[in-house]
């Protein structure tokens, strides 16, 4: 991934609009916020379904919707004359990007939400003079009350105590708050605040557990998120959501019981699936399988739309798909065995392998390094980081009860998790270990043993990772302060475990310096990496220098293909 020099702030200082600056750092801090958040939120979801699954779902959500935001705002920076995206584009993929991207119950309304928000913010609530300059404190209070009715709108059935509640208080707090876009979002924050504390006097499932409405805990994460962005003040946190006095299960960030909800008395079966239909076809749709099932959400619009239901019969909710339109992507999940399929006709079952490692690797050669030592690879091309969605299908591939998950980035931390929940929750037992470069990762792949215990053989493959330094050569973008000094574009960075050690101007001579600091500490194997832009002339000279300087010392080269940086260095 793209190396970060020094961390700009994304968040604007004082904005009194809701612009398309704010825009992207929301998307960012609500991703953030669910990153941290995602697995207290799991472990209150009681409802409708006690799954456990509803922060994975809504971060998996938010993250679909922040990718698209990016994309948007890559398009035009590339472009031949680079440009900013209008508020109308980046509204507009946000929720097009949550619609696509929606998962489970809560993610599917969030993505209504954001929907409605767009609505107003991307069309006539908007002026064409402040689709320039951003929305202001009445757009965004039409917005919120919007976001809210729509929401509603979609649920073929709206209980209270729910994240419908509280997006709804969002909006009648925001209301008639006087000032600027800070003032709304603060308010709408607030009253969301109160009302998620007050869902276990709706709902009873929520009271007899003890704890708040998941949905909801995850909307006032989200809404945090957007004050921030517009404030530039982090929203107070809201407390922590109260549990059961007998929870035993909390601890590990599993789901509580939840005596009322599914244990073989609802329907068997989560559908999901993306559709292209008229708008006609949808109505017929919705009673169609509100006649089979329950928890039904049907969001969109303008002929694409995101359907979610729980049934019994999952071929007859795909039938009444068929019937309406084209649907794909089609996600089920079986609720008892926690078990997903994907749609598209019945494969014979095979047998599932006992381990497998999955591993993100940048460029063509490491992903061929690591399929030989049989690893799941998925692809981080540069500047397009995998998504979450990527890995659980890579875990799915791998087709084993075990498996070993290599993120190979400390960027995808939070992605990885999500995916190893998603994993986990379908009966796949998981172990992520936090490599946080490609050759601490083939240091893992080196030790492991499909025949040992599981726990013994994460433990080998975790210390081998941790016990390799890594660092890499990558070429500045522009003028930047760095924890070296400062680097002028067009500058070879020396990075040494993330951080900029090294600033030249050639790359042999850069890789000696960041080389020889690596092994000032001591090693007896360094890994090279070299991308396309490296010659063989490189490696060759760097072995040479490790063979006269350090004795003992062994070198292995590997060709990496297209990868973002120039030279990948491990010192184990």
């Known amino acids: 991934m793209p190396v970060q020099l020094f961390k700009e702030a994304q968040v604007p200082q004082v904005p009194h609009v809701l ?97 409605g928000m767009a609505q107003v913010l991307a069309g006539d609530g ?31 059935h709206p209980v209270e105590g729910t994240v419908l509640t509280v997006a709804r208080a969002a909006a009648d707090a925001a209301a008639f708050v006087e000032g600027d876009c800070g003032a709304v979002v603060r308010a709408a924050y607030e009253g969301a605040c109160a009302a998620l504390d007050a869902t276990p006097e709706q709902l009873a499932v929520l009271r007899t557990a003890g704890v708040v409405d998941a949905g909801g805990r995850g909307l006032v994460a989200v809404l945090g998120a957007l004050s921030q962005a517009v404030s530039g003040e982090a929203a107070p946190q809201h407390k922590k959501a109260p549990r059961a006095a007998d929870d035993t299960q909390g601890g590990a960030g599993g789901p509580l019981d ?22 006609s076809a949808v109505a017929r749709l919705r009673t169609r399988l509100d006649a089979l099932g329950d928890s039904l959400v049907v969001v969109g619009g303008d002929g694409l739309w995101n359907v979610h239901v729980h049934v ?41 392998a006992q381990r497998a490692v999955v591993a993100v690797v940048p460029g063509d050669g490491l992903a061929g390094l690591y399929a030989e030592a049989g690893a799941t690879t998925v692809p981080d091309r540069p500047g397009e980081p995998p998504a979450s969605g990527e890995l659980v299908d890579a875990i799915r591939r791998a087709h084993a009860r075990e498996v070993v998950l290599l993120p190979n980035d ?56 941790g016990a390799t330094r890594y660092g890499e050569l990558t070429v500045a973008e522009r003028q930047s302060w760095t924890m070296a000094g400062i680097c002028q574009a067009g500058d070879v960075l020396g990075l040494i475990e993330g951080d900029v050690a090294v600033i030249g101007s050639e790359v042999p001579a850069t890789a000696r310096t960041v080389l020889d600091r690596m092994l000032a500490a ?42 973002s940086a120039l030279l990948l260095i491990g010192v184990e």
């Open 19 to 115: 612009d398309v600056v704010a825009v992207r750092a929301w998307c960012s801090l609500a991703l953030e916020a669910l990153g941290r958040d995602r697995a207290e939120i799991d472990a209150i979801n009681v409802y409708p379904v006690a799954d456990g699954d509803t922060g994975t779902n809504l971060y998996l959500t938010v993250e679909s919707a922040h990718q698209a935001v990016e994309a948007v705002f890559a398009g035009l920076e590339a472009g031949p004359e680079p440009a900013g995206p209008s508020l109308t584009e980046v509204m507009r993929a946000m929720a097009h990007g949550a619609l696509i991207g929606a998962r489970g119950n809560s993610g599917t309304i969030l993505a209504q939400l954001l929907r």
């Open 126 to 156: 908007v002026s064409d003079a402040d689709h320039e300059a951003g929305a202001d404190a009445r757009a965004l209070r039409l917005a919120l009350r919007r976001a809210a009715d729509s929401a509603r709108d979609a649920v073929a």
């Open 258 to 279: 939840c005596p009322e909800e599914h244990g073989g008395t609802g329907p068997a079966f989560e559908v999901i699936y993306l559709l292209e239909a008229e708008d």
């Open 522 to 563: 001591g090693g007896e194997l360094v890994t090279l990496v070299l991308g396309d832009e490296v010659p063989d002339e490189v490696a060759e000279s760097l072995e040479q220098h490790v063979r006269e300087t350090y004795l003992a010392v062994d070198t292995v080269v590997y060709r990496g293909g297209r990868q």
């Open 410 to 465: 400390a960027e995808l931390r939070h992605t990885a998790a999500a995916a190893a929940e998603q994993a986990r929750s379908e009966g796949v037992r998981v172990a992520l270990i936090p490599t946080r470069s490609a050759v601490q990762g083939i240091a893992a792949l080196a030790v492991h043993e499909p025949d040992r215990r599981f726990d013994e053989d994460v433990v080998a493959m975790t210390s081998a990772a």
């Open 312 to 352: 019994d019969d999952a071929g007859a909710a795909v039938e009444a798909g068929v019937e309406a339109g084209r649907p794909y992507r089609i996600r089920i999940t079986h609720f008892g065995l926690g078990d997903a399929h994907a749609g598209g006709g019945a494969t014979p079952a095979r047998e599932r």
